[in-house]
């Protein structure tokens, strides 16, 4: 059984919000959990990828009144626009997923339990200083 580790970052790179699910879990649920919490008004931008698209979630960004850049699925019949030049910064959490395995013990997920692996993971956080370059 794999493991996946979804993550809210600011725009600078720092973690703001983890969640560790199961391998086999999809993206697209996980934005509930990410976004809850959130004052309307307190994010101006949602940036994700194709993954977390959905009309579920773009509804639930609005409600937040931020901006969405949510890449759509091929699938959709309607084709939804976004940004593409924002759409760029999204490698903000890609260079954060980086950072973290450079971390062996984040990397080859050592820990047996959820728990201290997520642990781990704010460690690595923390100890990489979660600030792009």
């Known amino acids: 059984m794999g493991t996946k580790l979804h993550a809210a970052v600011d725009r600078r790179g720092r973690l703001v919000r983890l969640i560790l699910t199961g391998g086999q879990a999809g993206d697209g649920p996980q934005a509930a959990a990410l976004l809850a919490d959130l004052a ?15 009309d579920a979630n773009r509804r639930r960004i609005r409600r937040l009144r931020a901006r969405c850049c949510v890449r759509p699925l091929g699938c959709r ?9 924002r759409y760029r910064h999204r490698n903000v959490i890609e260079r954060l997923f980086r950072r973290l395995k450079q971390c ?19 460690l690595a956080a923390f100890v990489t200083g979660s600030e792009c370059p």
């Open 40 to 54: 309307a008004g307190q994010v101006r931008w949602v940036i994700a990828d194709r993954g977390y698209d959905s």
């Open 77 to 85: 019949r309607v084709r939804k626009r976004f940004d593409r030049r």
């Open 104 to 122: 062996r013990r984040v990397a080859t997920r050592y820990e047996k339990k959820a728990k201290n692996y997520e642990g781990f993971v704010w």
